[in-house]
């Protein structure tokens, strides 16, 4: 089945599933703030960790803006038009843009969080690894992206946020145990 027809195959469910319409597109739109919710909370739990889970959880924002820079570039060079631009009679619940659709943005984000909060707390990881996929789903439901495009957004984001923590582990675990010998102690680590 192409990403067309599996475009389709969704689109046409969201046609018929009206009751779904305000959540999903809600959840499409501002979703992204229960990512940055996801980040505070990982955070706040890492506080009574060591050094190597704090330094986990101040990666996990920084690799979802590493992810982003690097999918402009690709976002750009892919120059995918949105399902909406490309198919005919597309049901698309929420604001129209013109900027290019794979990979989607809002996914990669998604998926750095997710893979970044798993370093720090599996459980956490595993909580925003399901928001991630739904995010995906509601991006196509609500009309603005390809399957393909959500899947992509997906790998890029977690690979970006792998990769990156595999490289700065390191460094952060040396900065985080120096700021716990400062002033700064309360924002990496808890009391006693």
Do not use: C, E
């Not at 027809?5 to 046609?15: A, I, K, M, Q």
């Not at 959840?27 to 704090?54: C, D, E, K, Q, S």
């Not at 992509?152 to 040396?174: C, D, N, Q, R, W």
């Amino acid at each position: 089945m192409s990403n067309d027809d599996l475009f389709r195959l969704v689109n046409g469910f969201s046609r018929h599933t009206r009751w779904l319409h305000g959540p999903m597109a809600a959840y499409a739109t501002y979703g992204v703030g229960l990512f940055a919710a996801l980040l505070v909370v990982g955070w706040w739990f890492a506080r009574g960790h060591g050094p190597a889970i704090m330094a986990a959880a101040l990666w996990a924002p920084l690799g979802a803006v590493l992810a982003v820079v690097v999918n402009q570039p690709i976002v750009n060079a892919v120059d995918q038009r949105r399902p909406y631009a490309a198919l005919p009679h597309v049901l698309v619940l929420v604001h129209r843009t013109t900027d290019p659709s794979a990979p989607s943005d809002h996914v990669t984000v998604a998926g750095a969080v997710a893979v970044g909060l798993f370093f720090a707390h599996r459980r956490l990881g595993l909580i925003a690894a399901a928001a991630a996929i739904l995010m995906g789903v509601a991006r196509v439901y609500v009309g603005v992206h390809y399957p393909g495009d959500v899947l992509s957004g997906l790998l890029l984001g977690g690979i970006v946020t792998m990769l990156g923590f595999v490289l700065a582990k390191g460094p952060l675990v040396y900065v985080v145990t120096r700021l716990r010998t400062t002033q700064l102690r309360p924002l990496v680590a808890a009391r006693g």
